[in-house]
């Protein structure tokens, strides 16, 4: 389990800092989270395969987090070209038996793709789905547009309602879960977690052996071990494999002033990913005003719907996360590995880190970062 960070730049992107988008890698495949404008271009530069997306979830509408997603799925599924009216494009009949690409994102995500595929003339060799994750104050049902389904779009994309607070399971399979929970922001944004369900312990060959030999159990027990499972011998003793151990847990926030609603699915995160737009820097940024002070910017920060990394670095002391990765900064910190960037984002990092008491990271693109266990000795 991986994280490639794509773009960590707030509203306006820099020279070092492309729009938002991160890519988490299970396995061999590519989950996206959010896909501002260039995430092709940013994917193209890093170790992110485009073939491998499956699916891409977004926390908001807002543009630096959505602007690129139709160019991706164009690039990504053979979206490009067209024909002159007496030539048949297969790509408007095109068969939902294929893998379907699947995105999830808030009331407004299925309207705009739909939207911008059609008025752009762009016809898919590959199927998609929007699901989206609807409000208490959302209309529960609909696609909230007037145009149909696209031959490229499958019509069974779910309007997933939220209960208690919590959109829970909006995907599950064996190895992974996601969650959600709306968090603060200036419009609708949500938060996810992805849960990895518990992985087999640690196995010593070394302690199974002799019974297995002893007793003349053929060896491939060994792997019924490996899973947790417990083998019973010939001569009726009975030996445990090492216990399952916990899953690792990846908390990836959209923009946002208040995180506190997702703090019930948030807790004992592996990772937190959490925005960190503003800070105040006396001293280190020359920009910084002489009338400001932390609370002046933090202030400023929330009315926008933004954090601070003090704020970022609350938050994840109050999940009890393991680790802290700060994004989406101001275009007015460079993500370079020049001596001011460094300097600049050491001290944005050791404020988040004062509140937090853990580790934190300061997001550059194109950084990759493994997700690892919270026992190693497990
Ligand atoms: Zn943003
Ligand atoms: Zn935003």
């Known amino acids: 389990m991986k994280v490639t960070f794509l773009g960590t730049a707030a509203a306006q992107p820099s020279p070092t800092r492309n729009h ?3 890519a988490l890698h299970l396995g061999g495949d590519v989950w996206l989270f959010d896909c501002g404008e260039a995430t092709q271009h940013q994917i193209q530069k890093s170790v992110v395969r485009m073939g491998r997306i499956e699916k891409i979830f977004i926390t908001h509408t807002h543009g630096d987090h959505i602007f690129g997603l139709i160019p991706l799925l164009a690039s990504c599924m053979n979206g490009a070209g067209g024909t002159v009216d007496s030539t048949e494009d297969p790509r408007t009949h095109i068969s939902m038996d294929q893998p379907l690409l699947e995105i999830y994102g808030p009331l407004g995500t299925r309207a705009y793709v739909r939207n911008g595929m059609a008025y752009s003339h762009t016809l898919l060799g590959r199927p998609y789905v929007v699901h989206e994750l609807r409000a208490p104050s959302d209309p529960q ?6 145009l149909t389904c696209l031959p490229s ?3 069974h994309g779910r309007n ?4 208690n607070g919590f959109w829970n399971d909006i995907f599950k399979d064996r190895i992974v879960s996601v969650s959600a929970a709306p968090i603060h922001h200036s419009v609708p944004c949500i938060g996810y977690v992805v849960t990895e369900a518990p992985v087999p312990g640690k196995i010593d060959p070394k302690k199974y052996i002799p019974d297995l030999k002893r007793t003349n159990t053929p060896m491939s027990a060994m792997r019924r071990l490996q899973q947790g499972e417990s083998v019973e011998l010939s001569d009726g003793t009975v030996i445990h494999g090492p216990p399952r151990r916990m899953g690792r847990k990846v908390v990836i926030l959209g923009d946002t002033y208040d995180p506190s609603p997702i703090i019930p699915l948030a807790m004992d995160a592996d990772l937190v990913i959490h925005e960190a737009t503003n800070a105040h820097l006396p001293g280190v940024d020359e920009t910084t005003k002489d009338c400001d002070t932390y609370e002046t910017v933090e202030a400023r920060a929330r009315s926008r719907g933004h954090s601070t990394p003090q704020m970022a ?7 009890q996360g393991r680790r802290l990765v700060l994004n989406h900064f101001s275009s007015r910190y460079p993500g370079d590995d020049s001596e001011d960037a460094v300097k600049i984002m050491g001290v944005i990092g050791n404020l988040a880190a004062k509140e937090f008491g853990g580790e934190v990271v300061c997001a550059k693109d194109l950084m990759s970062l493994e997700v690892g266990f919270a026992n190693h000795d497990l």
């Open 20 to 22: 938002s988008s991160l």
């Open 141 to 146: 049902a609909g696609d909230f547009t007037s």
């Open 153 to 155: 779009e499958s019509p």
């Open 160 to 163: 997933i309602p939220q209960v």
């Open 313 to 319: 670095g609350a938050f994840a002391r109050a999940v």
